[in-house]
Structures are given as C-alpha cells and as structure tokens.
C-alpha cells in the first residue's frame, strides 16, 4: 500500500498569509506546498497530485475564480478538491461564481483555525479512502482471471465510489453534482410531459452560532439531523440535497399550484424549528435552528439556460426570506 503523505496546495499572494497556514496545517498529516500566485499553483499541479487546493480568491494578475477554471479544463486535474479562502463568502453572486469554477466549499476570512482543520481533516480523509479503493480495485483487476468470485466485490467498490462521488460525505444526501443532474432531468420531464414541478433553497439561520459555541463536531451532528428532518419529511418522489455547508436545496415533483410547494416548505421550515437534542462531552444539549426557504415554482421555460434561471430565482427568493427577518417561506415573485 502506498504510504506517500497527500500533498495540500495553499496558494495566497501574501506571505503572510502563507505562513498563517503553514502554521495552522502543520499537523495536518499532509505534505504542504506553497504558490504565489496563479501561474506558480498551475506549474505545481502539473508536477504533483493534490489531495487538496486551499485557492485565495483575490490575486493580481489571475484571480481564484480562473485559476479554478483553467484546473477544471484539464482532464487529471479538474478532479482536484478547491477550498476557496475569501471575505467574500456571504456575497452569494461569488459564491455561485466559485461553485461554477470548480469549488467544493468556502472557509472565510479571517480563517477560524478549527473549522479550517476540520474541513481539511474531512478532505484528507476523502482521498486516504478514494486512494485505498483505487489500489484495492488495482489489485482486484490483475487477480480477476484466477478468481472470478471477485468481480462482485470490485462491482461493490466501484458503486461506493460512484456514490462517494455523487454523494454528501456527512448527511449521505445527494451533493451539488447529483442534484444538478437531477434538477435537468426534472425539467426535461416538466417540459416532455406538461408536468409542474418546484424548486427550494434552504439556508439554516443560526447554524454558524452553534458551531462558534460547541464547535465544529458539534454543527456536523447538527447538519445530519437537519438531513434526516428533511428527508422524513418529503415525499417519495422528492429529491433533498445538502450543497454545501448549511445550505439545503429540494426539488419538489408534481406541484401543479405553487402555494401548494409553499405550505409543504412551511411545513418543513416549522420542522427545522424544532428543537434539536445533540451529544457534547457525553451529555445531551438542546439546539435551536431555523430555515430560511426560497421557492420557485418551474413555468416551461425553453431558453437553455432554464436550470441557472430557476436556481437564480430560488437562490433570489431565499435571501429575500433571510433579509425579511429569517425562519420564513418566500414564493419568488
């Protein structure tokens, strides 16, 4: 079994900052490398294989946003975990725009020490258990003529990793990738058949105060039960995924009246209220949460990018829920 350390990228245009992070993943486990700026991390990724990419979004010359997308255009690299660093993480537009260029989450400025280690812990992780089952897989294939009994097992180790890949690591809910897949087949089918259907983003109000006071644990025990609440609470044919920190987005099947995706997202929101009974230091805690939930209901639209319209007008509608004093259901207009 290979026993190389993963390698982290880190790439920031301020010295500073690169020794801040040298100093916070020291004890990482990982191999640390270092870029100046975005041409210098494109070298590095030519010449090594990263666990994970650490991406500052504000560089001269070229920016987080273009070096994401130049990685995402090669083949080999485009696999590659990126963690944008910025003080822009409650700017929803750039928040999209780095979803778009390839980023899997955001860590803030400045950077809270704990949630940054979880998160990378929770990356390096990923990549132990991905590179454990390619080498698995690698062995199982140079053995398949003496032992045909193992085909099955490699089938199992493939659909884990086709459902590590489509999947949420701590809620097990379907991840951005899958639930964009899904929202395109739902609206090919709305449009196929004159169906109706709604989409729903949820953003948890409250969600970075639990984790400020009982710590990140603490909020990813927080996040799995939110999942189950969402889950328990939908329909057969409905789809829930988790997008990335605390945000929630839900496709709701055959809604032919709006106000009818309204009450059943009042329903859930009334859910998300209730209390939460979570384990810190071997004792039990009670939690409260509420959600923010933005609706748009999906009117046949034909222009190609009828998917970005639809999750821009949910995306839209649940700020307005936010700024309207949080724990609401809106309708977009």
Not at 308 to 325: F, H, S, W
């Amino acid at each position: 079994m290979n026993t190389m350390l993963p390698k982290i990228l880190v790439v920031d245009d301020t010295a500073a900052n690169l020794i801040a992070m040298r100093r916070l993943l020291a004890r990482s486990g990982a191999q640390i490398f270092e870029a100046r700026s975005g041409n210098q991390a494109l070298a590095l990724c030519l010449d090594h294989h990263f666990a994970l990419i650490l991406l500052d979004v504000n560089m001269p010359d070229m920016d987080g946003f273009e070096v994401a997308a130049l990685l995402a255009e090669a083949e080999q690299l485009r696999e590659t975990p990126i963690i944008f660093v910025t003080a822009a993480y409650a700017d929803d537009l750039n928040r999209l725009k780095g979803y778009r260029s390839g980023a899997v989450d955001y860590i803030a400025k400045p950077i809270n020490d704990v949630i940054l280690q979880s998160k990378v812990r929770v990356f390096l992780e990923l990549y132990t258990v991905r590179a454990e089952l390619q080498q698995t897989m690698a062995e199982l294939a140079e053995r398949n003529q003496q032992l045909t009994r193992e085909i099955g097992e490699r089938e199992l180790v493939e659909a884990m990793v086709r459902h590590q890949a489509s999947h949420d690591i701590l809620t097990g809910l379907p991840n951005r990738m899958l639930f964009n897949d899904r929202l395109q087949v739902a609206i090919q089918h709305a449009h196929r058949h004159h169906d109706h259907f709604a989409l729903a983003f949820i953003d948890i109000d409250g969600f970075k105060g639990v984790n400020d006071e009982h710590g990140h644990p603490a909020g990813d025990a927080l996040l799995k039960e939110i999942a189950a609440r969402l889950s328990a609470h939908l329909r057969g044919n409905d789809t829930v995924a988790r997008l990335g920190g605390d945000e929630f987005a839900l496709i709701l099947d055959d809604i032919d009246d709006p106000h009818q995706a309204l009450q059943l997202c009042q329903k859930l929101c009334a859910s998300l209220g209730e209390p939460y009974m979570l384990r810190f230091d071997d004792r039990l805690d009670e939690v409260r949460v509420s959600a923010s939930i933005g609706i748009a209901p999906y009117t046949h639209d034909d222009r190609p990018d009828a998917n970005e319209q639809l999750i821009q007008a949910a995306d839209r509608a649940m700020y307005t829920a936010k700024r309207g004093g949080k724990n609401r259901c809106v309708l977009a207009g």
